[in-house]
């Protein structure tokens, strides 16, 4: 192994912090995207290709262990549920948006994931200090501006519930997790609550389905700006309504289980479905 002296590690850390800035003036539209988004080729993909995307998911997991990654994320959110409902209980109505906000923030969240299974998949190595490269690259500038606007999305959605309980059980909070349950199956405006948060619901994971889907796991393998990458992935979506669809459901579905423990579940489950997502993406766009 080669000692390089401190001056020229320095120079080239900063050659790659001014691609990383630069990367940001290009982020959401390269010059050309409305072309790139056109010419990008999207199949069409059925069940088995999705049941071969959680396949490699799972073979990634297993390789890699990608439950590491996700501890930092969760067990803080699960923490901060936990204590409030351990002493003020104010944010009983805001565990289930918390949890199945997940859905929201997961393409996000599993960016290093795609990198690993991409290295996987090309016969590199894909430890975690590959995994965090993605940082220093020059598409993160587009991943980190789209995962703003997926966080926004994500507060929006937790307002958005916080304004549907003050209209159907609100304003009180609840006091007890027995009350709030009763209240929610035993009362009409708990059905209420649960009509209308659920439709509001589907609406916001509908937008990220489409949007967010492969946008994150294109940036990265391509050079493309943000246009082009979620209309390449809206593409996607209506070109496969009924298997993207599918795809979703799965992923909330697996989601949902993963958060019923106390949200311990998600450690095997968000990786999983953060290393199949690439392997559909891959489906989605390979020659």
Not at 119 to 126: A, F, I, S
Request: no cysteine.
């Amino acid at each position: 192994m080669t000692i390089r002296n401190p001056v020229e590690w320095m120079w080239d850390q900063l050659n790659q912090t001014a691609q990383v800035a630069g990367g940001f003036g290009h982020a959401i539209y390269h010059q050309g995207d409305a072309v790139r988004a056109r010419r990008l080729p999207v199949n069409r993909i059925g069940f088995n290709d999705l049941r071969e995307a959680l396949r490699r998911g799972w073979q990634d997991f297993i390789s890699y262990r990608s439950d590491v990654l996700f501890v930092m994320l969760i067990y803080p959110i699960a923490g901060l549920v936990l204590s409030q409902l351990a002493v003020g209980r104010s944010m009983l109505h805001l565990v289930f948006p918390l949890a199945s906000g997940f859905a929201l923030l997961g393409p996000f969240a599993a960016t290093g994931l795609y990198e690993v299974s991409r290295r996987r998949e090309l016969g590199q190595r894909g430890g975690w200090f590959e995994a965090f490269k993605v940082f220093s690259s020059p598409a993160f500038g587009s991943v980190a501006m789209l995962g703003l606007a997926m966080t926004l999305l994500f507060l929006l959605w937790l307002l958005a519930a916080m304004v549907v309980y003050h209209f159907t059980l609100g304003p009180a909070y609840p006091s007890s997790m027995g009350q709030f349950i009763a209240d929610v199956f035993g009362t009409p405006a708990g059905w209420a609550l649960i009509l209308i948060g659920g439709g509001v619901g589907f609406l916001f994971a509908l937008v990220v389905l489409a949007a967010g889907s492969i946008s994150f796991p294109l940036l990265i393998d391509r050079h493309v700006g943000i246009v082009a990458a979620v209309a390449t992935s809206v593409r996607a979506f209506t070109t496969n309504p009924i298997p993207m669809l599918t795809w979703g459901a799965i992923v909330a579905g697996t989601l949902i289980l993963g958060s019923l423990p106390l949200l311990v579940g998600l450690i095997v489950v968000m990786p999983v479905l953060g290393h199949a997502t690439w392997h559909l993406y891959r489906r989605l766009t390979a020659p």
